[in-house]
């Protein structure tokens, strides 16, 4: 479906994607990075809106730079606020599918089917002015379906959104992958992906880090240095123990919390229960420091430059 | 793609029918009527032919036509991109050409609209003998002016979107105003060359100095069917040059920079 | 844009440098006659024409002078000054806005007084760049170009006659940029507006000096006189804003009464009045979140 090799892209001397190469089947993905990864310079890559400056994009066997039959094919939805004040959301959206080639009456139908799936229809006729951000966020998502493409590329789609309409985006973009169509979304929230999607690519600074499920990347990483944090009425007796048990590579005691650093978090969370039952320690509170996006990428970062 | 420079064409005319839009219309239609209202009613006797038919040609193919091309078709680019809009078009098949093509017509009609509506106010004012002759002369070079300036004007917007009315306004100044007045080969580049050749002719005004003088280096002596070849060429071929840049350009969209 | 500023200040400055070698050497007087044609008719530039026939040239030093760097003002500058706030002001206000800025900045300890100077103060650094700066060193390279240091002596005041030029020039038209950025989201309408302002009001100045001429032709011809007669400029003219500030720089640089721009003086009060006014109201508006 999508097919990089080698691409880099830079912006003078700064660096937006580097030396990216993945191929993707069709499916859902999340890009999942942080701020300032190199997020929007792939998918403005994918969507042909740049050109590489080394290397080739591929989306459904073609180059999307200036290819009109691909975006027949393609939808998408940019992360920022590009709507017109004083026009309504249904003209909006029913003049960008008249760019699409579709006809004046089907063009009309689509957009009211449309904006109805984002639960735009009780305001579509409204000036979008007079839009929350959230229900701009549902007009620029459905443009993006309205002409039923065969993949959909959102950047950053729960923007503005509050829980509710999460959950029904959430919906919306589950049944549509259960149509088999293909799915890029990125984000730079981990609950927002895994919401939708299990397989996703970890992006940062202009890298392609890791790509796969959830489990993929954690058993990646199995092996590496890992960090837990117990916190323990006893925390010294505690470090004692596991140092004895031979379970850290090293323990920091801090402020009655216990941070073990481990080459084998899976043999120290199989042990612990025996342990503190043999010695009759209180362990309250117990958490990979891991877990977190940051400390996965900093890991992730780690290994791409070889330090682990 | 036709379908789409239309659909383009009547959403941005659509656009146009708001109050802020009319009143540029208004002021753009009154300005000439104004102008000339002003030299009729302080002059002491009726102006000759010739000082109406030079104002009235500053006026509309002139004012008129060039500043309402500026104020609509240099924008084409810059105005989505400010908008943070561009990318919405772009993804669309065609969808940056059928802007900048739905755009530039939409312009040009809307400007052309305005030239007449003012030039006919004009020439009422005037009540000129010749009126007719008048008339019918600025309203084929408005109607060449137009496309012409449109054209010239798309193509420094596609260029460099950033400072598109700034460097289209010292391209007025600077290649329309003062080198379409040197005496050489260099002003036949202009589109003033050939639109002030081409009021010579039709409304048979007399050249200083007669046709063997150097004012004729301002006016040539080709026939007007050349001219109008010329800037049809003219135009069509700065269309295709814009085109060309835009296919060429990279507008990119950003999240983390939108405010 | 800064170098097409000074490169006329080169071209001024041997103005200065051919009148003071005129008045030290009479075989010098000869190059000045394209800068006598060029004078306007007036009893002012009579008067240096005079001291040239005369070859007392020291008494007009100070008109020459003035005249030099009033020209300076007019022509080259003035239209600088048109084109370099066009390309710098249309988004200054209208992007915040668009963008909702304000209400990063008035969530601050920041008046909208100061939030406005701010913004102004931008454009006088710019424009200071292309009017006082090099009207100053065209005046330094006067003196440099002189004999010797005496000229100081009768033109000290044209320093702060520039100074004032200055501020005649810079005022109002900043104001008024700011104004029309203000009262639009879109940058290119403000540009548009700005450009529309100078050409209209050229237009309309041309289209009066024309009635003008072409009346006092026909007066030579009433009167059955063969030179044209030179009548007062007609009050449509002040619809020019160019050459509204044009009377009022020609009082400063001391080639007009007060009485005779009094009515110029007003319009670019009244243009920095009402430009402040819509300027306050429309950064006080509410802002909608």
């Not at chain 1, 073990?260 to 503190?276: E, F, S």
């Not at chain 1, 362990?283 to 996965?296: I, R, W």
Request: aromatic residues 10%; glycine residues 8%.
């Amino acid at each position: 479906m999508i097919e990089l090799r080698n691409v880099t892209k830079l912006y003078g001397r700064v660096i937006g994607v580097n030396d990216f190469t993945l191929t993707l089947e069709p499916g859902a993905y999340g890009l999942l990075g942080p701020n300032g990864s190199g997020k929007s310079t792939l998918l403005n890559l994918i969507t042909g809106q740049l050109r590489p400056t080394l290397g080739t994009v591929r989306v459904l066997g073609e180059s999307p730079r200036n290819n009109a039959r691909l975006f027949r094919r393609m939808g998408y939805c940019p992360g920022s606020e590009g709507l017109y004040a004083n026009v309504s959301g249904y003209e909006w959206v029913r003049y960008l599918l008249r760019l699409h080639g579709l006809s004046s009456q089907r063009a009309t139908s689509a957009a009211g089917e449309a904006l109805e799936l984002v639960g735009m229809s009780h305001a579509m006729h409204r000036s979008i002015a007079s839009y929350s951000r959230g229900m701009r966020q549902r007009t620029k998502l459905a443009q993006a379906l309205a002409h039923d493409p065969e993949l959909l590329i959102l950047d950053e789609p729960f923007n503005g959104f509050d829980p509710v309409g999460r959950h029904e985006l959430t919906c919306v973009l589950r049944d549509w992958i259960g149509f088999g169509k293909s799915l890029i979304f990125a984000s730079h929230l981990l609950h927002e992906i895994e919401s939708i999607t299990q397989s996703f690519l970890l992006i940062c600074g202009g890298r392609l880090l890791a790509s796969g499920t959830a489990e993929e990347v954690h058993a990646m990483m199995a092996g590496l240095p890992n960090e837990v944090a117990l916190r323990s009425t006893e925390p010294h007796a505690l470090a004692a123990l596991l140092l004895r048990e031979r379970a850290a590579d090293s323990v920091r005691v801090v402020d009655g919390c216990v941070t073990v650093a481990t080459q084998h978090p899976a043999r120290l969370y199989d042990r612990l229960p025996g342990w503190l039952a043999e010695t009759g320690l209180e362990v309250t509170e117990m958490h990979s420091a891991d877990e977190s996006l940051q400390a996965l990428f900093n890991s992730l970062m780690k290994m791409h430059r070889g330090e682990l | 793609m036709t379908g789409n420079v239309a659909a383009v064409f009547l959403f941005e005319w659509r656009r146009a029918l708001t109050l802020p839009r009319m009143a540029w219309w208004a002021l753009l239609a009154a300005f000439p009527a104004f102008i000339i209202a002003l030299i009729r009613f302080t002059a002491l006797s009726s102006p000759p032919r010739d000082l109406w038919a030079g104002t009235l040609y500053a006026l509309v193919p002139m004012l008129v036509s060039m500043l309402g091309t500026l104020l609509w078709a240099t924008p084409a680019v810059s105005s989505e991109l400010e908008r943070r809009s561009w990318v919405y078009l772009a993804v669309r098949p065609h969808g940056g050409v059928a802007v900048l093509l739905g755009k530039y017509l939409g312009a040009v009609t809307w400007v052309v609209s305005t030239a007449l509506v003012g030039l006919t106010m004009a020439v009422l004012i005037a009540d000129s003998d010749d009126g007719w002759r008048l008339w019918w002369t600025m309203a084929r070079l408005a109607c060449l002016a137009c496309p012409a300036y449109g054209a010239v004007y798309l193509l420094i917007g596609t260029v460099l979107p950033r400072r598109a009315m700034v460097l289209a306004v010292a391209y007025t100044l600077i290649f329309e105003l003062v080198v379409g007045l040197i005496p050489a080969v260099v002003n036949k580049l202009t589109v003033q060359y050939r639109l002030r050749a081409l009021l010579v002719e039709w409304c048979d005004l007399e050249i200083p100095g007669g046709r063997q003088s150097g004012a004729l280096a301002l006016i040539g002596d080709a026939p007007p069917w050349q001219h109008i070849v010329i800037l049809m060429f003219l135009t069509a071929g700065l269309l295709f040059a814009a085109t060309l840049v835009l296919r060429w350009s990279e507008f990119a969209s950003s999240a983390e920079t939108d405010v | 844009m800064l170098f097409f500023a000074w490169l006329p200040a080169l071209w001024f400055g041997m103005g200065f440098f051919l009148w003071e070698q005129a008045a030290l050497y009479p075989e010098w007087r000869q190059t000045l006659r394209p800068f006598l044609q060029s004078m306007p008719e007036t009893p002012e530039f009579e008067g240096i024409r005079e001291s040239v026939r005369t070859g007392n040239l020291e008494a007009s030093r100070h008109a020459v002078w003035a005249w030099l760097l009033q020209t300076f003002f007019r022509y080259p500058q003035g239209v600088l000054m048109v084109m370099v706030v066009g390309l710098i002001f249309p988004p200054l206000i209208s992007q915040d806005i668009r963008s909702r800025a304000f209400l990063l900045y008035f969530s601050r300890p920041l008046t909208r007084t100061e939030y406005l100077v701010g913004k102004l103060a931008s454009l006088w650094a710019y424009l200071s760049m292309v009017s006082v700066a090099p009207a100053l060193a065209l005046y330094a390279l006067g003196v440099l170009l002189s004999p010797n240091l005496s000229v100081i002596g009768a033109t000290w005041d044209l320093p702060l006659r520039i100074i004032a030029a200055s501020g005649v020039l810079i005022l109002p038209t900043t104001v008024l940029a700011l104004c029309l950025s203000s009262l639009t989201q879109e940058s290119r309408y403000a540009g548009f507006a700005w450009f529309a302002v100078w050409i209209l009001g050229w237009f309309t100045y041309g289209a009066a000096t024309t009635a003008d001429a072409f009346n006092s032709q026909q007066y030579a011809a009433f009167d059955g006189r063969g030179k044209m007669v030179i009548l007062e400029e007609s009050a449509w003219t002040h619809l020019s804003l160019y050459h509204t500030l044009g009377r009022v720089q020609r009082w400063v640089f001391g080639f007009a009464d007060f009485g005779d721009v009094r009515v110029s003086t007003l319009i670019l009060i009244s243009v920095t009045a009402v430009s402040l006014a819509i300027l306050y109201r429309r950064i006080s508006a509410p802002m909608r979140v």
